[in-house]
């Protein structure tokens, strides 16, 4: 119905309850490279278009919930979505965090499955039921701030690496990992 409504392009869709999605056939090359401008291009590279992060927090919440509703699942007050983007992966959580959603990114590194299938590096977002030790937010000089653990910090480099300082002043908004 969007496909047709918004760019008057006609579109097929199909229920694949075997694989639990239904997919959407639009013939369009024009929107094709939208899409793959916006979204990204194959599964490692999707991502959040930038402009998201300037919707109106009703926007973002939906955004956020679509995605959970395709790639989500929830276990013991924990709602969790996997993705092989980290880049997805950091947007969704950056989205969580401006829709005051209590979250928490954590990461499965690639490996071959006991039958030899091979599994790529697997990043989850999971979406707290409550603020924990995990994720809670804090005013701090007026500014709401999001707090986290950080479980480890890996050297990138063996050389010295230039570091972004991320201390802000004012009324500044520091957008981690989007820009």
């Not at 995605?67 to 924990?78: C, F, H, L, P, S």
């Not at 950056?94 to 039958?115: E, F, H, T, Y």
């Not at 890996?154 to 991320?166: G, K, L, M, R, S």
Request: glycine share 8%; aromatic share 8%.
């Amino acid at each position: 119905e969007i496909l047709r409504e918004e760019f008057g392009k006609p579109s097929s869709s199909f229920l694949r309850p075997h694989k639990n999605i239904c997919e959407v056939a639009c013939s369009s090359t024009d929107l094709a490279a939208l899409f793959g401008h916006w979204l990204g291009r194959g599964c490692a590279n999707k991502r959040i278009p930038i402009v998201a992060l300037n919707w109106t927090i009703e926007c973002q919440k939906a955004l956020i919930q679509g995605y959970v509703d395709g790639d989500g699942r929830t276990n013991k007050e924990i709602t969790s979505a996997c993705t092989v983007s980290e880049a997805l992966a950091y947007g969704i959580f950056a989205l969580c965090v401006q829709a005051r959603k209590v979250s928490s990114l954590s990461s499965v590194p690639a490996r071959r499955g006991k039958d030899g299938t091979r599994h790529r590096t697997a990043f989850y977002v999971h979406i707290l039921s409550k603020e924990s030790l995990k994720g809670f937010f804090a005013k701090m000089g007026g500014t709401n701030c999001f707090l986290s653990v950080v479980k480890g910090i890996e050297t990138a480099a063996e050389e010295p690496v230039t570091v972004v300082d991320i201390t802000t002043t004012g009324s500044h908004t520091f957008l981690t990992k989007m820009g």
